[in-house]
């Protein structure tokens, strides 16, 4: 069972608090459970998400830190965050056009829902101070 929560915005806690209330209903349906382990939280298909189970990414455009189709400026900024920054089309896909990236936690082995959410608003916010500086700098 895979669950997704999308939302147009940049509000992170209205996605989560949706997730939320999305999974209290599915738990809720008699007879189904998720697998759970006392020592490593959700245990899924994917070693990765062990834990918490949850994957959280944000579509963003960054056209001045990727003019000419490089992502290697929105790595750098991403990294001390320990962020990904994928194409729109996941791993290993190409960022759009428009310069619009998929950030996501590059961790997310045994980190609670809140590590998650701050490393992303954390990261999204430098992302934008420094794409506001990169155009800045572009019109002088």
């Given at each position: ?83 990904s920054v ?5 791993e290993h ?45 572009g019109k002088?």
């Amino acid at each position: 069972l895979r669950i997704m929560c999308m939302k147009k915005g940049t509000i992170l806690n209205e996605v989560f608090d949706r997730l939320n209330t999305a999974l209290g209903v599915i738990e809720k349906i008699p007879g189904l459970s998720f697998a759970m382990s006392l020592d490593y939280g959700v245990v899924t298909s994917c070693p990765t998400n062990l834990g918490t189970g949850m994957r959280a990414s944000v579509h963003i455009p960054l056209p001045n830190l990727t003019k000419g189709g490089s992502d290697a400026k929105a790595k750098a900024v991403c990294k001390p965050y320990s962020l990904s920054v994928r194409g729109l089309g996941g791993e290993h896909t190409p960022i759009g056009e428009d310069g619009t990236c998929d950030i996501s936690p590059s961790n997310r082995f045994c980190i609670t829902e809140a590590e998650i959410i701050t490393k992303l608003y954390n990261g999204l916010k430098s992302l934008k101070a420094e794409e506001e500086k990169v155009a800045t700098a572009g019109k002088k």
